[in-house]
T-cell receptor
Framework: NAGVTQTPKFQVLKTGQSMTLQCAQD?????MSWYRQDPGMGLRLIHY???????DQGEVPNGYNVSRSTTEDFPLRLLSAAPSQTSVYFC???????????FGPGTRLLVL | AQKVTQAQTEISVVEKEDVTLDCVYE???????LFWYKQPPSGELVFLIRRNSFDEQNEISGRYSWNFQKSTSSFNFTITASQVVDSAVYFC??????????????FGTGTRLTVIP
């Protein structure tokens, strides 16, 4: 198993550009989530999914969209990037909503 | 509302010293889960431990030990005989569990531990 994978590892965007951060897991986990990590603020939940076809908002959802068409993939879309979205983004998954989440390696995003 | 406080922003110790990382949490729920994750300089998040609110038994895993005290809402992490490889940022986190319909983690702001050789 590759675990939780994220691509790209690093991305630079200009303000107003759009992009998709990819997250995939090969463990047949039902639960997947996206967090952002900012200096001095820990990690904050952006969006989560309890299963294919089901998504919901976390603490900081504005500016981000998600979809979950398959169990394996949970992409995060930035529709119009802003400098405030400069951050490190982590995807995580767990077998069910009752179990420990394991994190991907992260994507470092810089918005100029 | 849920809150996790890690008051120690940075700690430096000399190799082989013991060090305790503090974590204080707030929640009104009686069912919850507490976690510690490690973030080494390479940046990934590594799961260390999970405890549920009904199990206050302390846990030891090699040089790592955890002290969970509901009376003080604390879940402290001790590293015995620290090593340079322990240098990392350590995060404490809280989850309310499946009764909420989600598995959301509330993180503290982290403690950066530097072990000096």
């Amino acid at each position: 198993n590759a675990g939780v994978t994220q691509t790209p590892k690093f991305q630079v965007l200009k303000t107003g550009q759009s992009m998709t951060l990819q997250c995939a897991q090969d463990m047949n986990h039902e639960y997947m989530s996206w967090y952002r990590q900012d200096p001095g603020m820990g990690l904050r939940l952006i969006h989560y999914s309890v299963g294919a076809g089901i998504t919901d908002q976390g603490e900081v959802p504005n500016g981000y969209n998600v979809s979950r068409s398959t169990t394996e993939d949970f992409p995060l879309r930035l529709l119009s990037a802003a400098p405030s979205q400069t951050s490190v983004y982590f995807c995580a998954s767990s077998p069910t909503i009752a179990e420990t989440q394991y994190f991907g390696p992260g994507t470092r995003l810089l918005v100029l | 509302a849920q809150k996790v406080t890690q008051a120690q922003t940075e700690i430096s110790v000399v190799e082989k010293e013991d060090v305790t990382l503090d974590c204080v949490y707030e929640t009104r729920d009686t069912t919850y889960y507490l976690f510690w994750y490690k973030q080494p300089p390479s940046g990934e998040l590594v799961f260390l431990i999970r405890r549920n609110s009904f199990d206050e038994q302390n846990e030891i895993s090699g040089r790592y030990s955890w002290n969970f005290q509901k009376s003080t809402s604390s879940f402290n992490f001790t590293i015995t005989a620290s090593q340079v490889v322990d240098s990392a940022v350590y995060f404490c986190a809280l989850s309310l569990g499946p009764q909420t319909g989600a598995n959301n983690l509330f993180f503290g702001t982290g403690t950066r531990l530097t072990v000096i050789p």
